[in-house]
């Protein structure tokens, strides 16, 4: 069974970072381009990065680059999303996804930035 579990969001300040966890089971992990997505209050979940499969390659939507990185422990079954600068617009949930068996998605970690 596909499962992936993310973890690391809570309630922080402007300003300050978090690094956001997803660990996956279930599949091959090493072979699977990795997706965050965010999802703020009342609006669609957009994509924010992606990495691919051996991690030598990263993409980021404009409004996040520079501020946010992804990155892979392919031993560890692992993609985390540390995000520097938090700012009250980066306040949402936010999700991992694998692009395999058609798309598998976390249930998500909340990030909530107070100013």
């Known amino acids: 069974q596909v499962q992936l579990v993310e973890s690391g969001g809570g309630l922080v300040q402007a300003g300050e970072s978090l690094r956001l966890t997803c660990t996956a089971s279930?599949?091959?992990?090493?072979?699977?381009?990795m997706d965050w997505h965010r999802q703020a209050p009342g609006k669609g979940r957009e994509l924010v990065a992606t990495?691919?499969?051996?991690?030598?390659?990263?993409v980021y939507v404009d409004q996040v680059e520079g501020r946010f990185i992804i990155s892979r422990d392919n031993a560890k079954n692992t993609v985390y999303l540390e995000i520097k600068k938090l700012k009250p617009t980066d306040t949402g949930m936010y999700y991992c996804?694998?692009?395999?068996?058609?798309?598998?998605w976390g249930q998500g970690t909340q990030v909530t930035v107070s100013s």
């Open positions: 996804k694998t692009p395999l068996q058609g798309g598998i």
């Open positions: 279930g599949f091959q992990f090493s072979a699977s381009t």
């Open positions: 990495i691919t499969p051996s991690g030598a390659n990263v």
